[in-house]
C-alpha cells in the first residue's frame, strides 16, 4: 500500500484531535425553532391568501429610456470590454473591464499583460465594489465640514501663497507612485517651493531591499525578480505568492517550473523558511519553521558557505549559529548547482541583511538572469528613512503643508497619537483619500479623488512597461482626480485627460518605437499596454565591500511578525465587505484580525482558538488584547498579526447580513472591524520593521469566537459509508517528484472500486457539449482570486460574521486547506471545492419538486424558481458545495447594487443555490457563436475563476471535443476525480498534487 | 307560501352568483399573464403606419435585436433618419405642398396682372389655412422636444435632451433570460412572438409569453425546424434561468 493514501489529512487541529466541533452539526447548521407549529400554519395560511390576492392585476408598468443619440459602438445590453490599469496596490496588473450600459460590472485580468498575464488577485476582482462605495465623500471636506471645489481651491491657494512667500516646508508624502503623469505633476508643483519634498512610503514596506541595493550596486531600486527564470527558490520569509510586491506576477512565474509531465517530470525546487505560516509557505517544497530573528544568522552562514565555494572572503558571524534544523551545507549546494537559474528573496526590512541576502545573488550569478536591475520594478518605491526624518520634522514643528495622497498615512503608522498631535500643529494640511479616514480627520482638506475606474492616469510597474487607465465612466460624486487637484493650484485649468495626453506626448512617446503620437496613443488606448525603452541607469559593479557583519538584536521570549492578509493589504480595502469577508487562506478567519500562536505556545500558556491574549512590547509602551488564533506549521516563539485591522469607519458594518431576531452584529457598538497593530511596527534608524523580538504574551480573561470556516462543509466521509470493499479515500491525492518521474501515475490509491454503472444512461445522452473542468493542485496556491471572481460574477450575498459563525457563508467556491503531519511541522495543500456537476448526482435524486436536474450538457442545473427549500439535496451531496439562502440578504444599498450581474439572478430567501459553472458565460458565448455563425471555439467560453486564476490552475471547456484543452487535462496520468469510488461521476477533475521534496515520503515508506 | 318566496329567492340569488362567477372567469388569467396589455404610450407610435403601411425593416429600427439580448427601442436619433424630413402625416403633408403650391400660382398670377382685391382674399384665405395646419403634427412635437432641437430640418440644440420614458410592453421577470440574438439568428420571425405587430395601431402584448408558450415553441422547432432549418432549440432549465 502506496504511503499517501495513509496519510493523514486534516483542516483544522480540533478535527486532528478528534473533537471536531462539526461532527453533530447538519450540513447547513441547524437553529432550534422557537415559533410553534399551530403558529406557523397559522402565518403560512395568512400569507398564501395574501399571495393570492396579490397574482392578480397587472405587474407595475416600467418604463425603458433609449438614448437620444445612441453612441456609436453602443448596444445596450451588450457587453463592452475595455482595458485599464488594477489601482488595488502599486503592482498594477492589467485589467479587461465590463462594461454593460455604462455601468462596469467585472474585473478580468488583461490577458495580453506582460506582467500580470491575465491574472488578477481578489484586490483586484473587489474593486467594482469600491467604486459603488455609497460611504465614499461626493464633495471635498473643509475643516471636517462639506464644501465645495471652489472655496477649497481658492482657501489652498491662498494658503499655498502664504506659505511660497515666507518659504515653509512643503511635504508631499505618497504611498508607491507608479504613475510618471503623476510624479510629474507632483515634482511640477512643489517647484515654485523652495524648501519642498516627496517623501513615499509604504503601508507594509520593502525600503530594505531598495537600500541594500543602493548600498551593493549604488542605486536606489527595487529589482525586477523572475521567479520564471528560477530553478531553486529560497524565500526567507517573503510571501511572493501572497502579498509580497506583485503577487499575480509572481504566481504566474512561479507557475512556470511547477507542472511536471510524464515525458519532462521536472519541476523548481522551492524552499521557504519563515516563522509564520504563510501562503507561500504553505505551496513551498520544503519549509522551515525559522524564527525572523534568525534570518539574519543564517543568511549569513549560507553565505560564507557559498563564499567557500566560490573563493571569496567570509563575514564574520558571531551572530547566532543559526537554526539546528537547516542543513546549510545542502542548502548551499542546491544552491550553488543552479548557479544563475536561483533566486534568493526575503522580507526582512534590515538593510544589512538585505546586502547579505544581495551577495547571496550576487555569487550565484543571478543578477542579470533572474534579478532584473537593469529595468528594476517600481512597484515598491517607500523611503523609510525619508519618512522617518518627516516624522522628525512634524514632531519639531518644521512642516508648514503637508499633502497625503495613497495609503492612510496615520493609520499604518506607530506612534499613532504623537504623529496625530504634530500634525494639528501643521498650518495646511491635505487629504486626498476619497474618504475621511484616519488621516483624513486631521486634515483641513480632504480633496477625493476619484476611484481608478472614473480616471484617466497611466503606470508604470515596471520600468518600460507603461500602462494607461481610462474612465469607465463618469464619477459618480464630485470627486475630483489629484491630477486635475494640483493643476488647479498651480494655477493651470486643464483636464486630467489633458495633463495625461501631453506628459505622454512629451515623455512616453519618444521612448517608443512609434510613428505618430495619436496612432500610438490609441493603439496604447486600445491594448492597456505598451513596452517603451527603458530610463538609461548607472549601475555601479557589485561592492562586497558594503556587506557588514550583522549586529545581534534585541531577543525576547517571543518574535511578534506583522503582515498583510490576502485581499486587505491595505487600510483602504477594509472598507470592502467581499474582502473583509473572505477567508484567508490559512487560517480560513474572516472579519476579524487575531494572534497566530502555535498550537504548543499555546497550549504552555493555556488557551484556545478565541481566548483572549494581550501582547505587548517588552519596555511595555504598546500593547494590544486580540483573540488568539491555533496555527499549524507556526514557529514556537512566533506571535503574527495582521495589519490594516482596526480602520475607522468599519464599524459600518456592525448591521451587514440579515436582520433577525438572534443575529449579533459584526461590529459591536463602539468598536470597529479587528484592531489595528500597527503601534507595534519598530522603528529603527533607517526601516520600518515589522518583526520585532521583544514582545511579550499573556493571557487576560475574555473569549472571542472568531468567524472561520476551516471546518464548515467538510467532506469527510465517515468509514461506515464505504462502499463495500472499498478503502475510503482522502480528498487530497499527492505524490513527490521523485516517484512521479517513475511512475507518472504514482499517488494513485491502489484500491479500485470503479463501477461504470449509470443510474440514467437514457436521461444523459452524450451528444453536444459537455462541460467539464480540471483544476490542477500543482498550480493552484490557494490565493483565494477566484472566490472573489465567483462572488463578483454569481451575485453571492454578503452574510456578516455572526453568520459566517453559523456556518451559513453563500461562496460558491471554498479552498479547502488540508494540512498533513504532526501540528508542529506540517506540509499544506490547498484544493478549490465547488460543484462538481456530477453526472450521478445524489442531490438530483433527493430533490422532491425537481428543482436540480442535470441537462443536456452535462451541467447540475439548480432552478430556484422551482426550489422550496427542503435542503434534502445539500444533506445529499458529498462535497457539501450547496448554500441555502436563509434570509434574504439586504441589498437596501442602491449603489453597491448596481455591481450586481444583471445576467444572473438576485436569489431570494428559502431557496438553494451552488456553482452554475458559469452558466451564463456559457449561453453567452453559444449565442454570440451563433449570431455570428461561427462555432464555438474551444477556449472561447471562460468560467470567472478561470479567468482569473494567475496560477491557471483551471481549465474549462468541452470534453466531448477531443482537442480541447478540457479534454488533454483530462488525459494527464495526475488526472483523478474526488470520491469517484461512489460512482459519483463529477465533471470536474483534480491533478494530484506533486512535491519536489527530495522524496521524503519515500524514504518514510521505508522505515 | 313563504317557503317557496325563499326558494325562489335563493334560486334568483343562486343563478346571479353564478352568472358572476362565470363572467368574472371569462376574464381570469395566471398571475402575471399580461397577454393583451396595451399601455398608452408617450408618443401615439403607430407600427401599423410604420410597419405596415411603409414596410420600414423591424430591424432597421431595433437593431440591436442582431446584436444584443434586447431588440432595443430605438433611440431617437434614429426617428430623425426620416423624421428631419417628414414633419407631419402624408395628408397634412401633402395638404400643405397643395396649398403652398396654390399661393405660389396666385403670387406669380398677381405679379403678371395688376392688383386685385378678390385674389387677395383668397391668398389670405390660403395663408391662413396653411398656418391652420398642424405642422409639425402634436406627436412629433414630442419627438424634436426629446433632442431638445425647434426646428427638424436645422436640428441645432436648444434645450437639453431628454429621453423618451416609452412604457415596456414585453416585460419578461427577472429570472426569464431571454436573449434575441438566438432567436433572429435562427431564423425565428419577430411576429412568432409579437404578433402582428404591422396591423397594431397601438403596440399590445400578442401572446402569453409563458414558459409554456415558450416550451412549446421549442419543442416544435426542435422537431419541425425553422424556415426548413434543423434546429437544436433546447428545452433545459438554464436556457432561460440562471
Given at each position: 500500500m502506496s504511503n499517501e493514501s495513509q496519510k493523514k489529512y486534516w483542516t483544522s487541529l480540533a478535527e486532528k484531535e478528534g473533537?471536531?466541533?462539526?461532527?453533530?452539526?447538519?450540513p447547513q447548521g441547524g437553529e432550534s425553532f422557537s415559533i410553534s407549529r399551530r403558529r406557523f400554519l397559522e402565518a403560512a395560511g395568512f400569507t398564501f391568501s395574501l399571495a393570492a390576492f396579490s397574482g392578480?392585476?397587472?405587474?407595475p408598468s416600467e418604463t425603458a429610456l433609449p438614448f437620444t443619440n445612441q453612441p456609436e459602438g453602443v448596444v445596450p445590453g451588450r457587453n463592452m470590454s475595455y482595458a485599464t490599469t488594477c489601482?488595488?496596490?502599486?503592482?498594477n496588473c492589467g485589467i479587461l473591464a465590463t462594461v454593460r450600459d455604462g455601468r462596469p460590472l467585472k474585473m478580468e485580468g488583461?490577458?495580453?499583460?506582460?506582467?500580470?498575464?491575465g491574472g488578477l488577485c481578489a484586490v483586484g476582482q473587489a474593486s467594482p465594489l469600491e467604486l459603488y462605495?455609497?460611504?465614499?465623500?461626493t464633495h471635498p471636506l473643509m475643516n471636517g465640514e462639506e464644501s465645495n471645489w471652489d472655496e477649497v481651491d481658492s482657501a489652498i491657494a491662498k494658503s499655498l501663497e502664504e506659505i511660497a512667500d515666507t518659504g515653509g516646508a512643503v511635504r508631499f508624502v505618497t504611498s508607491t507612485i507608479t504613475s510618471p503623469t503623476l510624479q510629474a505633476s507632483i515634482d511640477g508643483f512643489l517647484q515654485?517651493?523652495?524648501?519642498s519634498r516627496h517623501v513615499m512610503f509604504d503601508?507594509?514596506?520593502?525600503s530594505a531591499i531598495l537600500d541594500a541595493h543602493r548600498q551593493t550596486h549604488g542605486i536606489r531600486v527595487l529589482p525586477h525578480y523572475?521567479?520564471?527564470?528560477?530553478?531553486v527558490i529560497v524565500s526567507f520569509g517573503a510571501d511572493f505568492l501572497g502579498t509580497w510586491i506583485s503577487p499575480v506576477e509572481f504566481t504566474a512565474a512561479w507557475r512556470t517550473h511547477r507542472i511536471p509531465t510524464a515525458s519532462h517530470p521536472e519541476m523548481s525546487h522551492h524552499i521557504q523558511l519563515e516563522g509564520r505560516m504563510s501562503l507561500t509557505g504553505s505551496n513551498a517544497d520544503k519549509r522551515y519553521r525559522i524564527s525572523p530573528d534568525d534570518y539574519g544568522s543564517l543568511l549569513t552562514l549560507l553565505y560564507n558557505e557559498l563564499a567557500s565555494t566560490a573563493d571569496q572572503p567570509p563575514i564574520d558571524s558571531e551572530s547566532g549559529q543559526g537554526s539546528?534544523?537547516?542543513d546549510i551545507p545542502a542548502l548551499a549546494d542546491r544552491l550553488w548547482n543552479a548557479r544563475g537559474e536561483s533566486l534568493v528573496v526575503s522580507d526582512c526590512q534590515d538593510v544589512a541583511v538585505q546586502c547579505v541576502v544581495n551577495a547571496i545573488n550576487q555569487l550565484l550569478g543571478?543578477?542579470?538572469?533572474?534579478?532584473?536591475?537593469?529595468?528594476?520594478?517600481?512597484q515598491r518605491q517607500g523611503n523609510d528613512r525619508d519618512l522617518l526624518e518627516l516624522i522628525e520634522e512634524l514632531q519639531a514643528g518644521k512642516v508648514a503643508a503637508m499633502f497625503v495622497a495613497g495609503s492612510d498615512l496615520t493609520h499604518n503608522l506607530p506612534l499613532h497619537d504623537e504623529l496625530a498631535e504634530a500634525i494639528r500643529g501643521v498650518d495646511l494640511v491635505v487629504s486626498f483619500a476619497d474618504r475621511n479616514n484616519d488621516f483624513g480627520s486631521l486634515a483641513n482638506f480632504v480633496c477625493p479623488d476619484h476611484h481608478a475606474l472614473e480616471s484617466w492616469i497611466d503606470s508604470e510597474?515596471?520600468?518600460?512597461?507603461v500602462s494607461l487607465t481610462q474612465p469607465m465612466?463618469?464619477?459618480?460624486?464630485g470627486t475630483r482626480s489629484i491630477l486635475e487637484s494640483l493643476a488647479r493650484w498651480s494655477g493651470r485649468n486643464d483636464s486630467s485627460y489633458e495633463i495625461l495626453r501631453s506628459h505622454w506626448q512629451q515623455s512616453i512617446f519618444p521612448r517608443s518605437?512609434?510613428?505618430?503620437f495619436p496612432q500610438f496613443w490609441d493603439q496604447t488606448l486600445h491594448d492597456g499596454i505598451v513596452t517603451v525603452k527603458s530610463n538609461p541607469r548607472a549601475i555601479e559593479e557589485f561592492?562586497?565591500?558594503?556587506?557588514q557583519p550583522l549586529s545581534e538584536s534585541a531577543r525576547g521570549d517571543f518574535c511578534l511578525t506583522l503582515y498583510h492578509k490576502i485581499g486587505l493589504t491595505?487600510?483602504?480595502?477594509?472598507?470592502?465587505p467581499w474582502l473583509q469577508e473572505l477567508?484567508?487562506?490559512?487560517?480560513?478567519?474572516?472579519w476579524d484580525n487575531y494572534v497566530c500562536i502555535s498550537p504548543a505556545t499555546a497550549e504552555a500558556l493555556g488557551v484556545t482558538n478565541g481566548d483572549m491574549v494581550r501582547v505587548a512590547t517588552a519596555s511595555g509602551d504598546y500593547q494590544l488584547e486580540l483573540p488568539a488564533l491555533l496555527q499549524?506549521?507556526?514557529?514556537?516563539?512566533v506571535l503574527a498579526i495582521a495589519l490594516a485591522?482596526?480602520?475607522?469607519?468599519?464599524?459600518?458594518?456592525?448591521?451587514?447580513g440579515p436582520d433577525w431576531l438572534e443575529a449579533i452584529p459584526t461590529?459591536?457598538?463602539?468598536?470597529?472591524v479587528g484592531k489595528n497593530a500597527?503601534?507595534?511596527?519598530e522603528t529603527t534608524e533607517d526601516s520600518l520593521r515589522y518583526?520585532?523580538?521583544d514582545v511579550t504574551l499573556e493571557k487576560v480573561q475574555g473569549h472571542r469566537e472568531l468567524a472561520t470556516t476551516?471546518?464548515?462543509?467538510?467532506s469527510n466521509v465517515p468509514?461506515?459509508?464505504?462502499?463495500?470493499?472499498a478503502e475510503v479515500r482522502e480528498s487530497i491525492q499527492e505524490t513527490s517528484l521523485a516517484a512521479f518521474s517513475q511512475d507518472?501515475?504514482?499517488?494513485?490509491?491502489?484500491?479500485h472500486h470503479h463501477s461504470d454503472v449509470q443510474l440514467w444512461p437514457e436521461d444523459?445522452?452524450?451528444?453536444?457539449h459537455r462541460w467539464g473542468m480540471a483544476i490542477d493542485l500543482n498550480a493552484c496556491?490557494?490565493?483565494?482570486a477566484c472566490l472573489i471572481a465567483c462572488q463578483s460574477e454569481n451575485n453571492v450575498p454578503v452574510v456578516g460574521q455572526d453568520e459566517v459563525r453559523r456556518q451559513?457563508?453563500?461562496?460558491?467556491i471554498r479552498i479547502d486547506r488540508y494540512y498533513s503531519g504532526d501540528g508542529g511541522e506540517v506540509e499544506v495543500a490547498h484544493q478549490p471545492m465547488m460543484?462538481?456537476?456530477?453526472?450521478?448526482?445524489?442531490?438530483e435524486t433527493v430533490c422532491p419538486v425537481l428543482a436540480t436536474v442535470h441537462n443536456e450538457e452535462g451541467l447540475n442545473e439548480q432552478v430556484y424558481n422551482r426550489?422550496?427549500?427542503?435542503r434534502y439535496c445539500a444533506n445529499n451531496?458529498?462535497?457539501?458545495?450547496r448554500r441555502f439562502n436563509w434570509f434574504e440578504y439586504p441589498r437596501d444599498d442602491t449603489l453597491q447594487n448596481?455591481?450586481?450581474?444583471?445576467?444572473?439572478t438576485v436569489r431570494s430567501r428559502g431557496v438553494m443555490e451552488k456553482c452554475s459553472m458559469c452558466v451564463q458565460r456559457i449561453n453567452e458565448g453559444k449565442i454570440e457563436a451563433k449570431s455570428r455563425n461561427e462555432p464555438l471555439a474551444d477556449g472561447q467560453i471562460q468560467t470567472a475563476c478561470q479567468q482569473s486564476c494567475p496560477a491557471q490552475a483551471i481549465v474549462f471547456g468541452d470534453?466531448?471535443?477531443?482537442?480541447s484543452a478540457i479534454s488533454t487535462a483530462l488525459k494527464n496520468p495526475r488526472r483523478y476525480g474526488l470520491l469517484e469510488e461512489f460512482n459519483f461521476r463529477p465533471s470536474v477533475s483534480y491533478q494530484r498534487l506533486v512535491r519536489n521534496n527530495d522524496g521524503e515520503i519515500e524514504g518514510d515508506e521505508h522505515v | 307560501m313563504y317557503h317557496v318566496v325563499l326558494r325562489l329567492i335563493l334560486l334568483v340569488g343562486l343563478f346571479f352568483s353564478l352568472f358572476v362567477l362565470a363572467s368574472g372567469m371569462s376574464g381570469w388569467r395566471l398571475p402575471?399573464?399580461?397577454?393583451g396589455y396595451a399601455p398608452k404610450q408617450p408618443i401615439e407610435y403607430s407600427h401599423r403606419l410604420h410597419?405596415?403601411?411603409?414596410?420600414?425593416?423591424?430591424?432597421?429600427?431595433?437593431?440591436a435585436a442582431e446584436h444584443s439580448r434586447h431588440a432595443g427601442i430605438p433611440s431617437t436619433d434614429v426617428c430623425m433618419k426620416c423624421h428631419r424630413f417628414v414633419t407631419a402625416s402624408f395628408d397634412v403633408m401633402s395638404e400643405k405642398l397643395r396649398i403652398e403650391d396654390q399661393i405660389k400660382q396666385l403670387r406669380e398670377r398677381a405679379n403678371a396682372q395688376s392688383d386685385d382685391g378678390d385674389e387677395a382674399t383668397s391668398l389670405d384665405d390660403l395663408q391662413r389655412q396653411l398656418g391652420e395646419l398642424?405642422?409639425?403634427s402634436t406627436e412629433l412635437e414630442k419627438l424634436y422636444s426629446s433632442l431638445g432641437i425647434e426646428s427638424p430640418t436645422e436640428p441645432v440644440p436648444s434645450s437639453v435632451d431628454s429621453s423618451i420614458p416609452w412604457v415596456r410592453v414585453h416585460n419578461l421577470p427577472d429570472y426569464v433570460y431571454f436573449d434575441h440574438r438566438a432567436h433572429v439568428a435562427a431564423g425565428?420571425?419577430?411576429?412568432?412572438?409579437?404578433?402582428?405587430v404591422e396591423s397594431m395601431e397601438r403596440m399590445r402584448?400578442?401572446?402569453?409569453?409563458?414558459m409554456g408558450w415558450c416550451v412549446n415553441c421549442h419543442r416544435e422547432s426542435t422537431e419541425n425546424g425553422i424556415n426548413g432549418q434543423a434546429v437544436q432549440a433546447s428545452i433545459d432549465c438554464t436556457v432561460c434561468h440562471y
Open positions: 473533537s471536531s466541533s462539526d461532527e453533530n452539526v447538519s392578480c392585476g397587472r405587474a489601482a488595488g496596490c502599486p503592482a488583461l490577458p495580453e499583460h506582460p506582467v500580470s498575464r462605495d455609497s460611504h465614499r465623500l515654485r517651493f523652495p524648501d503601508a507594509l514596506s520593502s523572475k521567479f520564471e527564470q528560477a530553478k539546528p534544523d537547516v543571478n543578477y542579470g538572469k533572474t534579478i532584473d536591475i537593469e529595468r528594476p520594478s517600481r510597474p515596471i520600468d518600460g512597461v465612466l463618469q464619477p459618480l460624486g518605437n512609434g510613428a505618430s561592492r562586497f565591500d558594503a556587506i491595505d487600510s483602504r480595502h477594509a472598507h470592502n477567508p484567508d487562506p490559512i487560517t480560513k478567519v474572516t499549524a506549521g507556526q514557529h514556537d516563539k485591522y482596526g480602520v475607522k469607519g468599519t464599524d459600518r458594518f456592525a448591521n451587514v461590529v459591536a457598538e463602539g468598536e470597529l500597527a503601534g507595534f511596527i518583526n520585532r523580538a476551516q471546518e464548515h462543509h467538510s468509514p461506515s459509508v464505504a462502499p463495500h470493499g507518472s501515475s504514482a499517488g494513485t490509491p491502489e484500491v444523459h445522452p452524450k451528444a453536444g496556491t490557494g490565493c483565494s451559513r457563508e453563500m461562496h460558491w460543484c462538481q456537476h456530477c453526472d450521478n448526482a445524489p442531490c426550489c422550496v427549500g427542503t451531496c458529498p462535497y457539501k458545495v448596481l455591481a450586481l450581474n444583471p445576467d444572473v470534453m466531448n471535443d477531443s482537442k | 402575471d399573464n399580461q397577454q410597419a405596415g403601411e411603409l414596410q420600414i425593416d423591424c430591424l432597421f429600427c431595433h437593431s398642424k405642422n409639425p425565428v420571425t419577430c411576429q412568432r412572438c409579437h404578433g402582428p402584448q400578442f401572446e402569453t409569453l409563458s
